[in-house]
């Protein structure tokens, strides 16, 4: 009897070790397939949407060339027009190997086609402005350029499309062997709990759970980062629909302002539909900058730098409506920082909480030592607070203070918070609130402290 145990007891020993080695092969070979997904994404996002993005932007840079040049008639901006074209010319036949889809390639085909219309139609410009016997073009002068510029702004986008693309079917793969590996622990733990209890829960315990977690965050990951693609896709597009029209109308808007006497109801008007004009062009920067954020650079300063240059920079326009803007002094410390995306934040820091405050009160700026846990573990930070006394923030708003898009303000984008939140996320640290209806809200960018 006592064998008949033991061989049972080895056979579900052998069982539980043939299963545990199968989940072990099944994990090894998901975390294979998932570096292999992140070095396929990675190829993706920086050659196919870099290659879109560098081609819009380069695009964008020829227009306001040769709208320079069709109003100020200097050759130089022809010359550079000339240069510049060319260079790009060159560049779309050097990007055909780098795509990774017969889609991207067939669009970046058509660019090629359509970039030589686009060429002509800028040549057959200069050649109508040369030949025209007045000082001013106007924008119907322009119609022809302009159409060959929008196609081409259109397969821009088109690519930028066929890379999204890609990166869904990518990530389609990727769901699809995270449904492969559940179904298989799945089964492993049924037949673990089969063959015995304890020595399922042990594995259980020991194995299957932490891995359920990382297939979680795992699939939470890659639905966070497919939510973000779309979010990325859809605001360069608004921003692409936005830009090329303002470009128009600012050159119309240039146009017609020299026809405008100083100090006329005319000019009067010009100057609104110009402060509106930057308004946009704030707005749709700010998409881009949640849609595109850009890579710190870094260098070690003073903690206290970025507070000195903002309360230079914001005290006296905060004068007027009888806010202090107040810095407290505070013992040596050094951040490794991009210096212009911090004094960034702050400023937006600055700015809702004067918005908080309205009129007559107060906002402290100050830098203090402190220890928290950040994405590499506990560690020695310096925090940079602004703390006013405004009217505090109130729990239904506190809830989705970090949503993209959601603003209590008339004329807010919504982008200001979430855009210093992923800034200081990019320096290694954290954005932290603390907050009381009523009495005021401090704010804290928390870094991780360095020596000088």
């Given at each position: 009897?006592?064998?008949?145990?033991?061989?049972?007891?080895?056979?579900?020993?052998?069982?539980?070790?043939?299963?545990?080695?199968?989940?072990?092969?099944?994990?090894?070979?998901f975390?294979?397939?998932?570096?292999?997904?992140?070095?396929?994404?990675?190829?993706?996002d920086?050659?196919?949407?870099?290659?879109?993005?560098?081609?819009?932007?380069?695009?964008?840079?020829?227009?306001?060339?040769?709208?320079?040049y069709g109003?100020?008639?200097?050759?130089a901006?022809?010359?550079?027009?000339?240069?510049?074209?060319?260079?790009?010319d060159?560049?779309?036949?050097?990007?055909?190997?780098?795509?990774?889809?017969?889609?991207?390639?067939?669009?970046?085909?058509?660019?090629d086609?359509?970039?030589?219309?686009?060429r002509r139609?800028?040549?057959?410009?200069?050649?109508?402005?040369?030949?025209?016997?007045?000082?001013?073009?106007?924008?119907?002068?322009?119609s022809?350029?302009?159409?060959?510029?929008?196609?081409?702004?259109?397969?821009?986008?088109?690519?930028?499309?066929?890379?999204?693309?890609?990166?869904?079917?990518?990530?389609?793969?990727?769901?699809?062997?995270?449904?492969?590996?559940?179904?298989?622990?799945?089964?492993?733990l049924?037949?673990?709990?089969?063959?015995?209890?304890?020595?399922?829960?042990?594995?259980?315990?020991d194995?299957?759970?932490?891995?359920?977690?990382?297939?979680v965050?795992?699939?939470?990951?890659?639905?966070?980062?497919?939510?973000?693609?779309?979010?990325?896709?859809?605001a360069?597009?608004?921003?692409?629909?936005?830009?090329?029209?303002?470009?128009?109308?600012k050159?119309?808007?240039?146009?017609?302002?020299?026809?405008?006497?100083?100090?006329?109801?005319?000019?009067?008007?010009?100057?609104?539909?110009?402060?509106?004009?930057?308004?946009?062009?704030?707005i749709?920067?700010?998409?881009?900058?949640?849609?595109?954020?850009?890579?710190?650079?870094?260098?070690?300063?003073?903690?206290?730098?970025?507070?000195?240059?903002?309360?230079?920079?914001?005290?006296p326009?905060?004068?007027?409506?009888?806010?202090q803007?107040?810095?407290?002094?505070?013992?040596?410390?050094?951040?490794?920082?991009?210096?212009?995306?911090?004094?960034?934040?702050?400023?937006?820091?600055?700015?809702?909480?004067?918005?908080?405050?309205?009129?007559?009160?107060?906002?402290?700026?100050r830098?203090?030592?402190?220890?928290?846990?950040?994405?590499?573990?506990?560690t020695?930070?310096?925090?940079?607070?602004?703390?006013?006394?405004?009217?505090?923030?109130?729990?239904e708003?506190?809830?989705?203070?970090?949503d993209?898009?959601?603003?209590?303000?008339?004329?807010?984008?919504?982008?200001?918070?979430?855009?210093?939140?992923?800034?200081v996320?990019?320096?290694?640290?954290?954005?932290?609130?603390q907050t009381?209806?009523?009495?005021?809200?401090?704010?804290?960018?928390v870094?991780?402290?360095?020596?000088?």
């Open positions: 009897m006592n064998i008949g145990i033991n061989l049972r007891l080895a056979a579900l020993a052998i069982v539980v070790g043939l299963m545990g080695a199968l989940i072990v092969l099944t994990t090894l070979n975390q294979r397939q998932a570096a292999e997904l992140r070095a396929r994404l990675s190829h993706v920086l050659e196919s949407y870099r290659i879109a993005d560098y081609f819009k932007d380069s695009l964008r840079a020829l227009n306001s060339t040769l709208f320079n109003i100020g008639r200097d050759p901006d022809w010359e550079s027009f000339l240069k510049v074209s060319q260079e790009l060159v560049w779309i036949d050097e990007q055909k190997p780098k795509l990774t889809t017969q889609r991207e390639k067939d669009v970046l085909q058509q660019i086609t359509a970039y030589d219309d686009y139609a800028g040549r057959d410009l200069q050649a109508e402005v040369q030949s025209l016997g007045r000082q001013n073009t106007t924008l119907a002068e322009f022809g350029f302009l159409a060959e510029s929008q196609r081409l702004f259109d397969l821009g986008q088109d690519l930028a499309r066929a890379h999204y693309e890609s990166r869904n079917l990518l990530l389609s793969h990727a769901n699809q062997s995270l449904t492969q590996l559940s179904r298989v622990v799945l089964g492993s049924c037949l673990l709990f089969v063959f015995g209890v304890a020595l399922a829960a042990v594995v259980y315990r194995m299957i759970a932490p891995l359920r977690v990382k297939l965050e795992s699939q939470a990951l890659a639905e966070r980062h497919e939510k973000l693609a779309s979010l990325g896709l859809l360069a597009g608004v921003a692409h629909e936005i830009r090329n029209p303002l470009t128009a109308i050159a119309a808007l240039f146009i017609q302002q020299k026809k405008f006497q100083p100090g006329s109801p005319d000019h009067a008007d010009a100057k609104l539909v110009e402060r509106e004009i930057l308004r946009l062009e704030r749709v920067n700010d998409f881009l900058q949640f849609a595109r954020p850009t890579e710190p650079e870094l260098a070690t300063v003073p903690a206290d730098l970025p507070l000195q240059e903002v309360q230079l920079f914001l005290a326009q905060l004068e007027k409506a009888n806010i803007l107040v810095r407290e002094a505070c013992a040596p410390m050094w951040i490794r920082v991009d210096p212009a995306q911090v004094k960034q934040v702050l400023i937006n820091l600055v700015q809702n909480a004067a918005d908080s405050i309205g009129r007559d009160g107060k906002i402290t700026l830098a203090r030592r402190d220890r928290k846990s950040l994405s590499n573990g506990e020695d930070v310096v925090i940079l607070e602004v703390a006013d006394t405004g009217r505090g923030i109130p729990p708003v506190e809830k989705r203070l970090f993209p898009f959601f603003t209590t303000k008339d004329n807010g984008t919504g982008l200001g918070l979430s855009i210093a939140a992923g800034i996320q990019k320096h290694g640290g954290l954005l932290q609130y009381r209806v009523n009495y005021g809200t401090t704010f804290g960018i870094l991780p402290q360095v020596t000088s």
